[in-house]
């Protein structure tokens, strides 16, 4: 079954650049959630968009944005970048937004930033 | 606003020993819980979810859950662990808004 599709799922970016992260929802999915876990951490929500609007915001960084576009796919745009972004980004889709829908993770981008 | 607590972190066990990982939750009203699996280096993996009804739920490899709702608890069990068991395992709440808010995890380790 097709699953969650994540790219690249490696980066490596310096300071102060920017880097984009792709997401592509398991089909039919509507609803595109963004998580990043730092090392040894517990993903931590930042943000998550149903039918192409911004549905909840968490603890997404001012520097860093993103979209849902027609096709349901989504895009994390992190720019001025700091060490401490370094981290594993879990994209996950589900179908509607009800909270006891499941949700499906993708398998990650490593974002390296040195 | 909701919140997880997961009590240990770090859980050492021999493989066919009995496994229970506690998790309690925050929030009074209606929940829908989870619990994840991180194996190393892997993306989560649901291995079981609560949502109404018996509130004792069976989920893949061997794990259940019981939601006991007066101690806002939803404690993951498995009877016997074997080494590939080990894993980090997350409880999540869903939330509000379909997100989910998950505790702080805890790594298990199966010695062969």
């Known amino acids: 079954a097709a699953g969650v599709i994540q790219s690249p799922r490696h980066l490596i970016k310096e300071k102060r650049e920017t880097a984009t992260l792709k997401c592509y929802p398991i089909p039919r999915h509507d609803t595109v959630y963004w998580y990043q876990q730092g090392p040894g951490q517990d993903p931590q929500f930042l943000i998550s968009f149903y039918e192409k609007m911004q549905s909840d915001k968490g603890s997404i960084p001012d520097r860093f944005s993103a979209q849902q576009f027609s096709d349901y796919h989504s895009e994390l745009n992190m720019s001025s970048l700091e060490l401490g972004d370094s981290a594993l980004y879990f994209c996950?889709?589900?179908?509607?937004?009800?909270?006891?829908?499941?949700?499906?993770f993708g398998e990650g981008s490593w974002l390296t930033v040195v | 606003a909701q919140s997880v607590s997961q009590h240990n972190h770090h859980v050492i066990l021999s493989e066919a020993a009995s496994l229970e990982l506690g998790c309690n939750y925050s929030?009074?009203?209606?929940?829908?819980l989870f619990w994840y699996v991180q194996y190393p280096g892997q993306h989560l993996q649901l291995l079981l979810k609560y949502f109404s009804g018996d509130p004792l739920v069976k989920g893949i490899k061997g794990f259940e859950a019981e939601f006991i709702k007066s101690k806002f608890s939803f404690n993951l069990r498995k009877p016997s662990v074997q080494w590939s068991d080990t894993a980090e395992y997350f409880c999540a709440v869903g939330g509000s808004q379909g997100n989910l808010i998950f505790g702080k995890g805890t790594k298990l380790s199966v010695k062969p």
């Open positions: 929030y009074g009203g209606t929940v829908n």
């Open positions: 996950a889709s589900s179908f509607g937004q009800n909270s006891g829908n499941t949700i499906y």
